[in-house]
């Protein structure tokens, strides 16, 4: 058993998910759960949420709250985030903020709607922003605690097939580093995660979109090839939640 391991070292600890319902957060859910949380799940896609709860109770290991709820919405995630805490006994320990959205891969600056830009800063950055608020809300400054924003390698060390996509990613990373900065007098830590390319429901969207505007099939077909998987992000996140990774620090490049 290594040290990240012991399937009760998250025993006790009260974890915010959000994205919950799918690919990378229903890893982590999973795997948080089994390693004895309680397990605080988002996301705003109810039949996928559903399964994820059932997969935690199934294995009966950690316990499991659900909200569904819109994270661009103030008063659906502040609401979501109130209850979830009420119910876990008003303390919050960790939380891994996962949900985010791909749209306009491979679509040139000349044929980027700004609806589409929108939707896509609006979910993934100010998503960031809004979880991190209400869910800071209800954490002790003077017990460890620690905030994972999910953001990507693309944007931050790597372009990004969609421009919306890659600002949005770029931005959770420069909000996290200074969010990081603003705590620096209390016990929270704040870490960016950045995945590489990762088999999920977005991925598997993001490549067919990226064939239909005219992405070469052979490179497509390469990326398919080396995809990671959820469970090996998701082992990350719950390694950064874990008391012993007391010594990680800023952000994190994973997969
Ligand atoms: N899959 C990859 O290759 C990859 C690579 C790098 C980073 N990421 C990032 O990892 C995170 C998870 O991605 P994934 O691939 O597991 O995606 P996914 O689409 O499989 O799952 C995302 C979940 O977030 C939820 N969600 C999306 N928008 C929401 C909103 N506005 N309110 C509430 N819930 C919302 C969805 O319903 C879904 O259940 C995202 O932030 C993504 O940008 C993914």
């Not at 229903?26 to 949420?49: F, H, I, K, N, Y």
């Not at 390694?239 to 012993?244: G, Q």
Request: contains cysteine; negative net charge; aromatic residues 4%.
């Amino acid at each position: 058993m290594g040290l990240f391991d012991d399937v009760g070292a998250l025993a006790g600890q009260v974890v915010l998910v959000t994205g919950a319902g799918n690919g990378v957060g229903r890893a982590a859910a999973l795997l948080a759960a089994s390693r004895g949380a309680t397990v605080l799940c988002v996301d705003r896609d109810e039949a996928s949420m559903l399964e994820t709860v059932g997969l935690i109770e199934t294995a009966g290991r950690g316990v499991a709250h659900y909200r569904i709820a819109e994270i661009t919405s103030e008063a659906d995630i502040s609401r979501a985030i109130d209850q979830l805490v009420s119910l876990a006994g008003g303390t919050l320990d960790a939380v891994l903020h996962v949900a985010g959205i791909m749209r306009g891969q491979r679509v040139p600056l000349s044929e980027l709607t700004l609806d589409t830009w929108t939707e896509v800063i609006v979910t993934n950055l100010t998503g960031a922003f809004l979880v991190s608020k209400y869910a800071l809300a209800k954490m002790d400054p003077q017990r460890v605690g620690v905030v994972v924003l999910v953001a990507s390698r693309s944007g931050i060390t790597v372009p990004s097939g969609s421009l919306a996509y890659g600002a949005s990613k770029g931005g959770i990373h420069g909000y996290a580093m200074s969010l990081e900065k603003q705590l620096s007098n209390t016990s929270i830590r704040v870490h960016t995660v950045c995945p590489g390319d990762v088999d999920t429901p977005l991925m598997r969207k993001s490549l067919e979109d990226a064939l239909d505007n005219g992405a070469d099939p052979a490179e497509i077909a390469k990326i398919r090839q080396s995809l990671g998987t959820a469970e090996e992000i998701a082992s990350v996140l719950v390694h950064l939640i874990d008391p012993a990774a007391w010594g990680f620090s800023g952000t994190v490049m994973a997969g």
